[in-house]
């Protein structure tokens, strides 16, 4: 870890390496909007992804996927909506969730929609 990094800034350092190295193309990092703050923008072939990253040094408390609620997934869609607008993006897009539990990586790609998130009837 360099110095003045948190285990946070660690884990999207680490989360872009691993994403680079799957062939995905970071867009931006620490986005923020009003509505709120996107870690890693990417793109993934045609697809835009939003990439959740989420770091807890044990298993307690339900692990860092449980750090990714309703609420949590509200205001990534809405930033990511901002910045889908703001940069006039028209890629279909994805939800990603990369949980950093010790040195273990687990990435959950299309952990949620927009349909989780705001259900149509």
Not at 54 to 71: I, L, Y
Not at 92 to 101: G, H, L
């Amino acid at each position: 870890m360099h110095p003045g990094d948190t285990p946070g800034r660690q884990a999207e350092n680490d989360t872009c390496e691993l994403l680079r190295n799957l062939g995905y193309a970071i867009v931006a990092r620490n986005w923020a909007s009003r509505g709120g703050e996107l870690d890693i923008v990417a793109r993934d072939g045609d697809t835009l992804v939003f990439v959740e990253v989420k770091a807890r040094s044990g298993g307690g408390f339900g692990g860092p996927e449980a750090a990714v609620s309703h609420a949590k997934q509200r205001r990534i869609a809405a930033a990511a909506k901002a910045f889908m607008a703001r940069t006039d993006a028209d890629l279909p897009a994805r939800f990603d969730v990369v949980a950093w539990e010790g040195d273990v990586v687990r990435i959950h790609r299309a952990a949620f929609s927009l349909d989780d998130v705001w259900p149509t009837d």
